[in-house]
């Protein structure tokens, strides 16, 4: 018989709290409180750094979650794409992405920026990107394009 707390295997419970100890060290600001910046992080860092199979780090995370001060968030969301900006510089999309909401709340709502005007302005923040980058970051925050943006 196996040995099981609250509901996993021994072995289970150990490898998950490994796991959780190493995304709060990575993810130290968003754990004490700035919950808008997670730090680039990969399922490959954390099985490395817990010496594990990054197949094991991504059982042990789908369909977790964690109880914090801030909220309850999946495990999974704090593993985040990267955006390499430049001189090998790397930030997590989640940065860019805010930085591109930020642009467009923004905005002038009679006369919208469109794509091409958006990619100047992120570059001009220091996020060189595609303008197909744009407009996935743009769908998949729900935003529409500038001529629905549009207000009479």
Do not use: C, W
Not at 57 to 77: A, C, H, N, Q, W
Not at 83 to 97: F, P
């Amino acid at each position: 018989m196996v040995n099981t707390v609250k509901g996993y295997a021994a072995h289970e419970k150990e490898t998950l709290t490994a796991v959780m100890e190493s995304i709060i060290r990575r993810q130290i600001a968003f754990f004490n409180g700035d919950i808008e910046v997670l730090e680039p992080m990969k399922l490959k860092d954390i099985a490395d750094e817990i010496n594990v199979d990054i197949s094991t780090v991504s059982r042990s995370t789908r369909r977790k979650y964690v109880d914090s001060p801030f909220g309850i968030f999946e495990l999974k969301s704090f593993f985040t794409t990267t955006v390499e900006i430049g001189d090998g510089l790397v930030v997590s999309n989640r940065k860019v992405k805010k930085s591109l909401k930020e642009l467009i709340e923004n905005e002038d709502k009679k006369n919208p920026i469109t794509d091409e005007k958006i990619l100047a302005l992120m570059k001009d923040r220091g996020f060189p990107l595609a303008r197909r980058t744009i407009a996935k970051y743009r769908k998949q925050l729900n935003i529409p394009v500038a001529r629905l943006r549009r207000i009479i």
